[in-house]
C-alpha cells in the first residue's frame, strides 16, 4: 500500500476508533480472584479456601476472559480496574501487572484511571506491597476490620492489631491513594469504645475509609450463631448511636459520608465504586463475577460460575464463564439505579437516571411515599436531584421497599 494511502487509512480508523469510544458509555472493570486463606464467619462473598491454587491456569483463565468479554464490547474508556475477592492479595503480582497490562490494551485508559487492589495486612500480603505497586496499582484497600485484638479474634481474621498499624504505615509510604476497612457494632461494643478506636483509625487514614455496620447474612457461620443466641449484636439504638459517632467523627477529620458506609476526603472517593452507585457500566470477571453492560442497545446483567474449577473449565472450553446473561428491562433498571444512587449523599439526578433507566424518576417512585418521606426529613427533592438526607439514608433499608415501585 502507498505511503499517503497507509497515512490515510490509518488517520481514518483512529479518527472511528475515538468517535466509536466517545459513543460507548466508559467502563468499570472488577476483577475477582476467589481465593482466601481462610473464611471469615461475617462473609457471604464468593470466596473460598484451597491447599493449593495452580495460579498460572487461573491467570490464564482470567486473562482469556477478559479477552472475550473486551472483544464483545469494543472500544471503550476505561476509568477503573478493581481486584476484588476473596483476597487478590494472594495473586502473584506478575499476575495482576499481566491482568492490568491487557486491560489497558484491550480497553482506552483514562489518563488518571485508578486500579484498586484488596489486601489484608498478614504478612504473606504485605511482603508484597511493593511488587504490587509496581504492577501498576495505584490504591490499595486494606481489610484491617478492627484495631483490638479481641475483636479481631471475634471476627476470624488472622492478623492482629499491631500487623495492622504496621501494614498501614507501609502501605501509605507506597501507594498514592489508600483505603482501610473498619467493622463496627460488634458483639458487646460500646459507644466509648468505638469513639476511641475511630479517634486511632481517623489518625492513621489517608483519602479514604470503609466503615461497615456488623449485619448477619445467610448463609455465613454468624448467622447460625445469631440464630442460636451464641452471638449477640448491639440493640437498634446502640447501633444508631454508633452510626452517629462514625459520621459525626469522620467529618471532624474532614470525611465526608459521600455513601452510606464510604468516607473519603475531596477527590478520594473510590471511583470504581462510585460507578456501581452511579448505574454506570461495570465488566466482571473470574467466578461469581458480575456486571451490567452496555451491548447492541440493551444493558446485560452478567454473572460467572461461582466454582473456580467449573468456571476455569467453562472459559478453556467457550471462552467465558458466564452462567447468565439477560437484558435488564427498563422497569427493572429504574429499581436497580434507585437502590443504588440513594446510598449516595449527591442523591440521584433526574435526568441522568431516565437516560439510563428509560424511565422517568417520578414514574419509579410511589409519589405519596415521596411526600411523606420529604415531610419525615428523609428524603430531599430539588429541581434536579432526589437525595436521602442523613437520616433517610440511616433508614433505607426501611424505606426503600415503601419507596419504590
Same mark, same amino acid.
Given at each position: 500500500?502507498?505511503?499517503?494511502?497507509?497515512?490515510?487509512?490509518?488517520?481514518?480508523?483512529?479518527?472511528?476508533?475515538?468517535?466509536?469510544?466517545?459513543?460507548?458509555?466508559?467502563?468499570?472493570?472488577?476483577?475477582?480472584?476467589?481465593?482466601?486463606?481462610?473464611?471469615?464467619?461475617?462473609?457471604?462473598?464468593?470466596?473460598?479456601?484451597?491447599?493449593?491454587?495452580?495460579?498460572?491456569?487461573?491467570?490464564?483463565?482470567?486473562?482469556?476472559?477478559?479477552?472475550?468479554?473486551?472483544?464483545?464490547?469494543?472500544?471503550?474508556?476505561?476509568?477503573?480496574?478493581?481486584?476484588?475477592?476473596?483476597?487478590?492479595?494472594?495473586?502473584?503480582?506478575?499476575?495482576? @501487572?499481566?491482568?492490568?497490562?491487557?486491560?489497558?490494551?484491550?480497553?482506552?485508559?483514562?489518563?488518571?484511571?485508578?486500579?484498586?487492589?484488596?489486601?489484608?495486612?498478614?504478612?504473606?500480603?504485605?511482603?508484597?506491597?511493593?511488587?504490587?505497586?509496581?504492577?501498576?496499582?495505584?490504591?490499595?484497600?486494606?481489610?484491617?476490620?478492627?484495631?483490638?485484638?479481641?475483636?479481631?479474634?471475634?471476627?476470624?481474621?488472622?492478623?492482629?492489631?499491631?500487623?495492622?498499624?504496621?501494614?498501614?504505615?507501609?502501605?501509605?509510604?507506597?501507594?498514592?491513594?489508600?483505603?482501610?476497612?473498619?467493622?463496627?457494632?460488634?458483639?458487646?461494643?460500646?459507644?466509648?469504645?468505638?469513639?476511641?478506636?475511630?479517634?486511632?483509625a481517623?489518625?492513621?487514614?489517608?483519602?479514604?475509609?470503609?466503615?461497615?455496620?456488623?449485619?448477619?447474612?445467610?448463609?455465613?457461620?454468624?448467622?447460625?450463631?445469631?440464630?442460636?443466641?451464641?452471638?449477640?449484636?448491639?440493640?437498634?439504638?446502640?447501633?444508631?448511636?454508633?452510626?452517629?459517632?462514625?459520621?459525626?467523627?469522620?467529618?471532624?477529620?474532614?470525611?465526608?459520608?459521600?455513601?452510606?458506609?464510604?468516607?473519603?476526603?475531596?477527590?478520594?472517593?473510590?471511583?470504581?465504586?462510585?460507578?456501581?452507585?452511579?448505574?454506570?457500566?461495570?465488566?466482571?470477571? @473470574?467466578?461469581?463475577?458480575?456486571?451490567?453492560?452496555?451491548? @447492541?442497545?440493551?444493558?446485560?446483567?452478567?454473572?460467572?460460575?461461582?466454582?473456580?474449577?467449573?468456571?476455569?473449565d467453562?472459559?478453556a472450553?467457550d471462552?467465558?464463564g458466564?452462567?447468565?446473561?439477560?437484558?435488564?428491562?427498563?422497569?427493572?433498571?429504574?429499581?436497580?439505579?434507585?437502590?443504588?444512587?440513594?446510598?449516595?449523599?449527591?442523591?440521584?439526578?433526574?435526568?441522568?437516571?431516565?437516560?439510563?433507566?428509560?424511565?422517568?424518576?417520578?414514574?419509579?417512585?410511589?409519589?405519596?411515599?415521596?411526600?411523606?418521606?420529604?415531610?419525615? @426529613?428523609?428524603?430531599q427533592?430539588?429541581?434536579?436531584?432526589l437525595?436521602?438526607?442523613?437520616?433517610g439514608?440511616?433508614?433505607?433499608?426501611a424505606?426503600?421497599?415503601?419507596?419504590?415501585?
Amino acid at each position: 500500500m502507498p505511503q499517503t494511502e497507509q497515512k490515510f487509512f490509518g488517520s481514518f480508523f483512529q479518527k472511528r476508533t475515538a468517535s466509536l469510544i466517545s459513543d460507548a458509555p466508559p467502563l468499570a472493570l472488577y476483577i475477582h480472584w476467589p481465593f482466601c486463606l481462610a473464611k471469615c464467619p461475617y462473609c457471604d462473598f464468593n470466596s473460598h479456601v484451597r491447599d493449593r491454587i495452580d495460579q498460572p491456569a487461573f491467570a490464564a483463565a482470567l486473562l482469556r476472559e477478559l479477552a472475550w468479554e473486551a472483544a464483545r464490547l469494543g472500544p471503550r474508556r476505561l476509568t477503573s480496574i478493581f481486584f476484588g475477592g476473596g483476597t487478590p492479595s494472594l495473586m502473584a503480582p506478575e499476575t495482576v @501487572g499481566a491482568l492490568i497490562d491487557a486491560a489497558c490494551t484491550h480497553f482506552r485508559p483514562a489518563a488518571d484511571i485508578e486500579i484498586t487492589l484488596e489486601a489484608n495486612p498478614t504478612s504473606v500480603e504485605v511482603s508484597r506491597l511493593a511488587a504490587f505497586r509496581q504492577a501498576g496499582v495505584n490504591r490499595l484497600s486494606l481489610g484491617v476490620q478492627a484495631l483490638d485484638d479481641a475483636a479481631l479474634a471475634g471476627l476470624g481474621r488472622r492478623h492482629s492489631a499491631a500487623a495492622a498499624l504496621a501494614a498501614l504505615e507501609l502501605a501509605r509510604s507506597i501507594f498514592p491513594r489508600l483505603s482501610f476497612d473498619l467493622i463496627y457494632a460488634r458483639p458487646g461494643q460500646t459507644l466509648a469504645a468505638w469513639r476511641a478506636e475511630l479517634r486511632q483509625a481517623l489518625a492513621l487514614a489517608a483519602d479514604h475509609l470503609s466503615l461497615y455496620q456488623l449485619t448477619i447474612e445467610p448463609g455465613t457461620a454468624f448467622e447460625a450463631l445469631h440464630r442460636s443466641g451464641t452471638l449477640v449484636l448491639p440493640d437498634e439504638e446502640t447501633a444508631a448511636a454508633l452510626y452517629d459517632a462514625t459520621a459525626e467523627a469522620a467529618a471532624r477529620a474532614g470525611l465526608a459520608a459521600y455513601e452510606i458506609s464510604n468516607y473519603a476526603a475531596p477527590g478520594g472517593e473510590s471511583r470504581h465504586n462510585l460507578a456501581y452507585w452511579r448505574y454506570a457500566d461495570y465488566a466482571g470477571i @473470574g467466578p461469581g463475577a458480575h456486571g451490567r453492560v452496555s451491548v @447492541g442497545g440493551d444493558l446485560l446483567a452478567t454473572r460467572r460460575h461461582r466454582a473456580p474449577e467449573i468456571w476455569a473449565d467453562r472459559v478453556a472450553r467457550d471462552g467465558h464463564g458466564s452462567t447468565r446473561e439477560t437484558p435488564v428491562v427498563p422497569r427493572e433498571r429504574a429499581r436497580e439505579a434507585l437502590l443504588m444512587g440513594l446510598r449516595l449523599a449527591e442523591g440521584i439526578s433526574a435526568a441522568y437516571f431516565e437516560a439510563r433507566t428509560k424511565v422517568r424518576l417520578d414514574d419509579a417512585v410511589d409519589p405519596d411515599m415521596v411526600s411523606a418521606a420529604i415531610d419525615a @426529613g428523609y428524603l430531599q427533592r430539588t429541581e434536579s436531584h432526589l437525595i436521602a438526607t442523613g437520616e433517610g439514608r440511616r433508614r433505607l433499608d426501611a424505606l426503600l421497599p415503601r419507596l419504590v415501585l
